[in-house]
């Protein structure tokens, strides 16, 4: 079967479709992403993804309406044509052509943006089991996040400097990289939010640190609600990282994922601890129940 993609507001083969050479994302990284969890053909928390994808939009390129997006039934009819029930789905949104290409001159600024919006579906591939069994071995990230970066705290494009830390992370043989502030303070994975467990308690550091309002994050912050943990946003160091009895990951696609290492540094008894386990289950089932409803 040949791939699908839904490219403003049209299916088409992927292998047909096209963007502008003077899209703003194409020349400039301006532009923002969802990756998106789907189980039985349904996304799990479409609108909490695109509720985030719009306010970055409001920040960061222009204002977005729901209208402007693919509605609940494209990315159906979008994972149907590509036969996948279980799948990744992308959804990004670039500002668009910055050059008007029937006359070759920049577009008027009264005029509203003419919007790149593309969503993908490819089948969902998990980490490896032994990652979820044993434990990841993640390191820490040669680079900084400074809080007054206008795209910290937000899903973009431009993410080179998470894919390069990313990459240093593989070369150390490692699964994630972890990332603190220009002033120490401990923020979250190139590709996830990070939580720890210390004293009994389920930490993990507040939005403001800058960290991205991760989907995966606020449901976790949700199950550990229901289950009568403690948990709190809070500032964090390095000390308390590698004081942690338990560290794990989320994203839509590691879902909890067990941290045994930084580095060198074994993470309390280097085995997958009660807490993580528990929240992964609770979380496990919380999107086979949501994604399963009204079926």
Known sequence: MSRVVFLNGCFLPAAEARISVWDAGWLHGAG??????????????????LDRLMGSAQKLLLPLERPDLPLTSDFAELLERNGLTEARVRLTVTAGPTIDEDTSRSQPQEDRPRLTV????????????????????????PYKVAPDDPLAGHKCTSYLPRLLA???AHLKQCGEALWFTTGNLFTEGSISNVFVVREGKLQTPPLETPVLPGITR???????????????EKPLTIDDLLDAGEVFLTNSIMEVMPVCRVEKHQIGNGNPGPVT???????????????????
């Open 32 to 49: 923002l992403f969802e990756t998106m969890r789907a189980r039985f053909g349904r996304i799990f928390r479409l609108d909490a993804h």
């Open 118 to 141: 593309c969503t993908t579906a490819t089948r969902f591939a998990a980490y490896p089991r032994e990652f979820a069994e044993r434990g990841m071995t993640v390191s820490i990230s």
């Open 166 to 168: 990313l990459r240093d």
């Open 218 to 232: 606020a449901a976790v912050l949700e199950l550990a609600k229901i289950a009568g943990l403690q948990a709190e």
């Open 277 to 295: 386990k528990r929240l992964g289950e609770d979380y496990r089932v919380l999107v086979e129940k949501e994604c399963k409803a009204d079926d």
